[in-house]
Structures are given as C-alpha cells and as structure tokens.
C-alpha cells in the first residue's frame, strides 16, 4: 500500500501567485478537491481558468471569498 505525504502549502496571505492549482485552492477554501471539479463544470462561488488540462484558481478569487487580505 502506498501512503501519501500530506502536501505543504503556504498561508494564503503569503501566496504570491497568480493562481493556485486544485489541491490548493481546496486547501485553502477547506473544500475536497472534487467539490471544486464539480464547481468547474456545475457553477460555484469562484470559477477556475483552464489551463491545458488542468485547472488554476485565481488567488484573488480565493482570497475575495474568504475575506482575507494580500
């Protein structure tokens, strides 16, 4: 069985990117990452830019919904 290290992700408030891929956009809106997939296809709070084949989440989208500042 193989076991998988928890992914590091630094505080929001330090994110510098413009966007964040799926498993930290998860972690910082506390949603499982195929919550976020279903807002991709279905409508959410926030929407991802496609990016090849996968998707990024706007930092400043994140931020806006959490109420947090840059």
């Not at 926030?46 to 706007?58: Q, S, Y």
Request: aromatic share 8%; proline share 7%.
């Amino acid at each position: 069985m193989k076991t998988q290290t928890p992914q590091q992700f630094i505080p929001l408030e330090l994110e510098t990117h413009p966007t964040v891929v799926t498993a930290a956009a998860a972690y910082y809106l506390r949603k499982g990452q195929q919550t976020l997939r279903i807002w991709a296809c279905k409508g959410g709070p926030i929407r991802p830019l496609h990016v090849g084949a996968h998707l990024h989440w706007r930092t400043s989208d994140i931020r806006k919904l959490l109420g947090v500042q840059a």
